[in-house]
């Protein structure tokens, strides 16, 4: 039966007995247990209607098929579709690890009063100019992503091929995102109506500051590494291989892992945390331990950032290989 004629059925009975109440009412018969009866047919009409629709719906987005099934030498970003305030579509990388949003130089015709200036490293390349703009309203699906300003540069051209901005945890912080890289879909939850049991292995994230009056925000968590005992994790899903690993760290495990001819490790199998994994691929950078977006695929990754907890579901020893589209 249809979700609508279950409704349409139980809002007939419902009217049927209120009506029924009502004239025992007005004709003055057993007012007592007419109230009574009148307080059921209430709750009643609560009950049937929570299980015709059931709880609200959690809004939900398609991502590429390919998010997280990258690497060193690949793409597999976490591409979102967002709207400009004019119904624009514009495709944006979803990046932890960026504090700000960034917009690429071809839209800045379609952003507010440009308010400064600031430097940027993107991508491990040098640091370059970005003008900074007041933000145009951002929207995923009718979600606001609210931000006071973007910063506008020119993207490298591996990012262009994509995406045309970069969604930071200015226009995050303030949502709890659950990403289903089985199913290809982002989702937007209310958490104090979810059950996050289901969610997997919770690890509290802190949200460190930096920056001119503290404004930007870095998840991490309090966990080591692949390698080391450094616990200052950063979770970055526009890290598209399985991590980075402080140099520091590297030398403990020459001889347990390849490094390539392009200065990216690869090893066949490891433990996180307890939990196996295999063909994992990582880098080794200055003074830092990420956990990326291809090691993060192999999850079902909830980041609840209002609450500052990270849940963390295996559903997948080996890298994600790309989605094939369900038939419609």
């Known amino acids: 039966m249809k979700q609508?004629?279950?409704?349409?059925?139980?809002?007939?009975?419902?009217?049927?007995?209120?009506?029924?109440?009502?004239?025992?009412?007005q004709i003055g018969i057993c007012k007592r247990a007419s109230h009574l009866t009148a307080c059921l047919v209430c709750l009643l009409g609560i009950l049937l209607r929570s299980a015709a629709f059931g709880a609200e719906p959690s809004p939900e987005f398609s991502i590429n098929q390919d998010?997280?099934?990258?690497?060193?030498?690949a793409a597999g970003w976490l591409e979102v579709e967002v709207h400009l305030e004019t119904g624009e579509k514009v495709v944006?990388?979803?990046?932890?690890?960026?504090?700000i949003t960034v917009?690429?130089?071809?839209?800045?015709?379609?952003l507010g009063k440009h308010v400064g200036?600031?430097?940027?490293?993107?991508?491990?390349?040098?640091?370059?100019?970005?003008?900074v703009y007041q933000a145009p309203k951002l929207l995923l699906g009718n979600i606001p992503l609210s931000t006071d300003c973007v910063a506008c540069t020119p993207l490298p051209k591996k990012f262009k091929k994509h995406v045309q901005g970069i969604l930071g945890m200015d226009c995050l912080q303030d949502y709890c995102i659950q990403l289903d890289f089985i199913a290809g879909k982002l989702r937007i939850l209310d958490s104090a109506q979810c059950d996050a049991n289901s969610w997997g292995k919770m690890y509290p994230l802190v949200l460190s500051r930096s920056g001119p009056q503290q404004q930007f925000l870095q998840p991490l968590i309090h966990q080591a590494g692949f390698f080391g005992d450094d616990t200052n994790l950063i979770i970055d899903t526009g890290c598209h291989a399985d991590g980075l690993v402080s140099k520091g760290e590297t030398g403990q495990v020459?001889?347990?892992?390849?490094?390539?001819?392009?200065?990216?490790?690869?090893?066949?199998?490891?433990?996180?945390?307890g939990e196996r994994y295999s063909h994992i691929e990582v880098a080794p950078i200055d003074h830092v331990n990420v956990l990326?977006?291809?090691?993060?695929?192999?999850?079902?990754v909830t980041l609840d950032f209002?609450?500052?907890?990270?849940y963390l579901k295996q559903t997948s020893v080996a890298p994600l290989k790309i989605r094939k589209p369900r038939p419609s």
């Open 4 to 25: 609508s004629d279950l409704l349409l059925g139980f809002n007939r009975l419902y009217l049927a007995i209120s009506r029924k109440v009502q004239k025992n009412w």
């Open 67 to 73: 998010a997280g099934c990258g690497g060193w030498l």
């Open 92 to 99: 944006f990388m979803m990046d932890t690890g960026s504090p």
């Open 103 to 110: 917009v690429d130089a071809s839209l800045a015709p379609k």
């Open 117 to 131: 200036a600031m430097w940027l490293n993107l991508a491990g390349r040098k640091q370059q100019r970005a003008e």
């Open 254 to 273: 020459i001889g347990a892992w390849l490094l390539s001819f392009f200065g990216c490790g690869r090893f066949h199998s490891g433990v996180w945390d």
């Open 292 to 300: 990326g977006l291809r090691f993060l695929a192999r999850h079902l």
């Open 306 to 310: 209002p609450n500052q907890k990270l």
